[in-house]
């Protein structure tokens, strides 16, 4: 009887467990799917994703496929290796809590596919019934941006369903289409918004008009880590997985203001996981120290977007300079409306070091091709605060939907060279394909006629692709196992390069008769400057271009290599402040690199070549913080790290609106991550430039390129040579005698006698310390570029004081009309995929080239 009796109580404990185990809620939604890929695995953040098939509603018309190509940007193979590729409509159904609001990301790898021509596809993707893409091209976009592969993330509304389903349907208006995708992540959040966010542009009225953010679903189009470093998805709060950038590439005009960071730790008290990482309420971009200048300009950002949409713009604030109320208060404004008159971030947050955030929402309508949102700051003077000063720490913006429950807005537009580069490939292709076609043709019936074609597509197709399987070393160039070949005893491959189909992709082709009649068959009267690689040519193309052609020395092995990294790691990458390549040819025994033609030539030509304009001042620091913000992209702007490893004087070149670019890529170093903190590597450069450290322990850091740009500095400041040898032997060397100097306060004595005078001394002071902290004998002593560019920035302020300013304020809240014009497929890429490298913007300026002015990377010099 006992025992029968703890049986009972045991049955009916064990069903009061499982009921409490029932009863409790099922944990956040966390979904992430490998498309295509059975075994599932786990990316370069350690990530696990599964496979997508036990979530497809109907399978069968859908199938499996690997990528034939692996561009070598691809942060990890899973999940961007294998794609689902969908032959009709074909749906995921996924199980969601519907009361929360729900991440959606999808991943795009639009590379080549077994028997798929990815030009065709073209399909919409709905969620529930809210259509996130319409007639997408992930090709034409990933073309459009310069990017390899294409991110969209969405945040959806609460629903009353716990229900999702993903419906990708190919378009009917093509022939062939398809659709595909490679990653899906759904993750659950909680609700990020306010019920109510107040639009601007509708004040003046006793009602205001209110947007109702939580019962909208959204597309993230801009993050920004303002004034701060790039913050990978493993950092972002919450493990929402978001990735925050810089916010550079989007400030208008040259009052770029000045970055700070934070002293103390930002209180995390009060703040949603949801909202932002602490990462992003420590740094700041503010207006900088002298308020005569900043009563006189607004800080600006621009951004490009979708006409006929509502955007939730949101700010990301918090004062941890100042600590009491009215200190500083500033004016914010949306599309040059008044969005906040009187912007207290203290008194919003309650205290100082208390992260908060500002949301506002705009409608940008398509009148008059209207598809930009600015965003400005200005101080408030009205309530005279103790600084007048603005600052923003984070901002993001994201699409709401319509009323028909849309987000999808157009493909992006291809640019003029990027249409011709295109319409030059398919040319190219059909001619190769009419040439394969008429071997097999004429020798129809033969069998030694079909082994001739089948080995001609062989060699074509091979020439276009790469092996996936192929590893990619940490440390080699960007183009992963794109070596030269065996060489011979000239020095020169014996068979051509192998450049990446992804590099090529990015730039354009030129046949050897085009370079040669661009340079009238490279005649001596165009060469302008002579380096290790080769002679460097002036040239024109497409009739009135005008370019710089970089043509190898047949007999240097160095060249094959500098010209096959100069290519991988250029056509990656897109920056104001870094020189474009336009394209490259192999044919024969012939290599040449054809750049954007920098009418100004090189900053050493301006610094002490007598024929030369002489800088300004002023002039000189723009030269170097544009310089700067080069060198500062390449070291913390990209997923990857990019070593230059030639930072001179040579290799910073002008162009015609004395915009500086850096340029020479040929012996750059990159990786994933610089975890290690080094390289190891056989040491490279230039004598006078380089990194004692690293010619010492032959360990390349970022901190190597610091030391040369510090060297430029003191070239800068003294208008003298690197390496002088006429020189007494203690003046040989411009960095150890401009250190002796500046230690010795003797530095006005050997500064250029152009500036004498001209410099105010604070200028100086701060000048010359910030070259000597770079010219520190250890690496972990100097300064990063972010920390040389602040300071930079802070001598021009300093230097500005007299009130000059290129922008002033518009009344109303207006900002400048000053607009430089950006080329935004390429802004938006950053942001709208998670590839960083390729992105901030690529400024074309149109103007009339004076063919005396020289463009040179290597000027006097006959290797490194």
């Known amino acids: 009887m006992h025992s029968n009796s703890c049986c009972v109580l045991f049955l009916v404990y064990a069903c009061i467990v499982c009921n409490v185990i029932h009863a409790q809620p099922p944990g956040p939604t966390k979904i992430l799917l490998s498309c295509g890929n059975q075994k599932g695995g786990k990316d370069a953040d350690g990530r696990t994703w599964e496979p997508d098939s036990k979530y497809l509603v109907n399978s069968d018309k859908s199938v499996e496929s690997k990528a034939e190509t692996q561009d070598s940007s691809l942060p990890s193979d899973v999940p961007y290796m294998t794609a689902r590729i969908f032959n009709a409509e074909t749906s995921y159904k996924f199980s969601v809590n519907g009361s929360s609001r729900i991440f959606l990301r999808l991943h795009f790898y639009p590379s080549s596919y077994p028997n798929f021509n990815i030009s065709n596809s073209y399909f919409s993707v709905k ?78 009225g006793e009602v205001s008009v209110m947007v109702e953010a939580t019962k909208a679903s959204m597309e993230t189009m801009y993050r920004l880590n303002v004034g701060g470093q790039f913050i990978p998805p493993t950092n972002d709060s919450a493990g929402l997985m978001r990735s925050w950038y810089d916010d ?37 971009r503010s207006m900088g120290p002298d308020p005569n200048i900043n009563k006189n300009y607004n800080l600006t950002w621009v951004f490009e977007v979708d006409a006929n ?97 849309n987000l999808a807005g157009p493909n992006p537009e291809l640019s003029d060279l990027m249409r011709k580069q295109q319409e030059h490939n398919n040319k190219k292709f059909a001619e190769e394909k009419s040439y394969t076609g008429a071997l097999i043709g004429g020798a129809a019936g033969g069998v030694a006629a079909f082994g001739i074609g089948a080995a001609i597509i062989f060699v074509i197709q091979n020439k276009k692709r790469r092996n996936p399987g192929d590893s990619v070393s940490s440390w080699l160039p960007l183009y992963g196992n794109s070596h030269s070949s065996a060489t011979t005893g000239s020095g020169r491959s014996n068979g051509s390069t192998t450049i990446s189909s992804d590099a090529a992709a990015n730039c354009r082709y030129f046949s050897l008769a085009e370079i040669k009649q661009a340079t009238k068959n490279f005649d001596e009267s165009h060469v302008i400057g002579v380096g290790g690689f080769g002679k460097v040519y002036r040239g024109v193309i497409d009739g009135d271009t005008k370019v710089a052609i970089k043509r190898s020395n047949p007999s240097s092995e160095q060249g094959v290599n500098e010209f096959q990294t100069e290519i991988e790691m250029l056509s990656k990458l897109r920056h104001r402040h870094l020189v474009s390549l336009i394209g490259f040819c192999e044919e024969g025994n012939e290599m040449a690199l054809v750049y954007d033609y920098m009418g100004k030539g090189t900053l050493r030509e301006h610094l002490y070549n007598k024929n030369k304009i002489t800088l300004s001042w002023k002039q000189r620091l723009d030269i170097c913080i544009g310089a700067a913000r080069g060198l500062h992209y390449l070291h913390t702007g990209a997923q990857y790290t990019i070593i230059h490893r030639d930072v001179k004087t040579t290799n910073i070149l002008v162009d015609d609106k004395w915009v500086a670019k850096v340029s020479d890529f040929g012996l750059s170093k990159t990786g994933p991550n610089m975890n290690q903190g080094h390289v190891s590597t056989v040491v490279k450069g230039s004598f006078g430039y380089l990194d004692p450290e690293y010619f010492r322990r032959q360990q390349l850091t970022e901190k190597s390129d610091v030391y040369s740009f510090g060297v430029v500095l003191f070239e800068v400041l003294c208008a003298r040579p690197a390496l002088n040898p006429s020189l007494p032997k203690e003046q040989v060397s411009l960095a150890d005698y401009a250190m002796r100097c500046q230690r010795n306060g003797t530095l006005e004595e050997i500064i250029d006698p152009q500036l004498k005078g ?107």
């Not at 080329?823 to 074309?844: F, I, P």
Request: glycine letters at 6%; proline letters at 4%.
């Open 758 to 864: 001209k410099v105010k001394p604070e200028c100086l002071k701060k000048f010359a310390e910030t070259a000597e902290k770079c010219l520190s004998d250890h690496g972990t002593d100097r300064p990063s570029m972010g920390d040389v560019l602040w300071n930079l920035e802070f001598v021009l302020q300093l230097e500005s004081e007299s009130g000059e300013s290129k922008h002033s304020r518009v009344p109303s809240g207006s900002v400048d009309g000053s607009v430089h014009q950006m080329d935004h497929g390429s802004v938006m890429a950053m942001h709208k995929s998670t590839l960083s490298l390729g992105s901030e913007y690529d400024e074309k300026e149109q103007s009339e080239d004076n063919p005396d002015e020289i463009f040179s990377q290597i000027v006097n010099q006959k290797g490194r």
């Open 248 to 284: 550079t590439a989007y400030i208008l005009g040259a009052s770029s203001g000045v970055t700070n960071k934070a002293n103390a730790p930002i209180t995390a008290e009060g703040l949603t996981g949801t909202l932002a990482p602490l990462d992003v309420y420590s740094t700041a």
């Open 127 to 204: 969620a529930g019934g809210l259509t996130l893409l319409n007639n997408f091209s992930a090709a034409t976009t990933a073309l459009a941006l310069s990017q390899a592969y294409i991110l969209k993330e969405y945040t959806l509304k609460p629903s009353d369903s716990n229900d999702l389903s993903l419906t990708f349907t190919p378009s009917d208006k093509y022939s062939g289409s398809f659709a595909f995708v490679n990653g899906i992540e759904v993750i659950e959040t909680p609700e990020m918004f306010d019920d109510t966010t107040e639009m601007v542009g509708f004040s003046g």
């Open 309 to 405: 949409f509502t955007y939730l713009v949101r700010l990301h604030l918090c004062e941890y300079l100042y600590q009491k109320v009215n200190q500083r208060v500033f004016e914010i404004y949306v599309n040059n409306q008044t969005a906040s008159e009187t912007m207290d971030v203290i008194a919003l947050a309650g205290a100082a070091n208390h992260p908060v955030k500002k949301d506002f929402a705009v409608h940008v309508n398509g009148k008059q091709d209207n598809k930009e949102i600015w965003v400005a700051l200005h101080p408030n003077v009205d309530v005279k605060p103790e600084f007048y000063d603005s600052l923003l720490n984070g901002l993001e913006i994201f699409k709401l939907d319509d009323e028909k429950g």
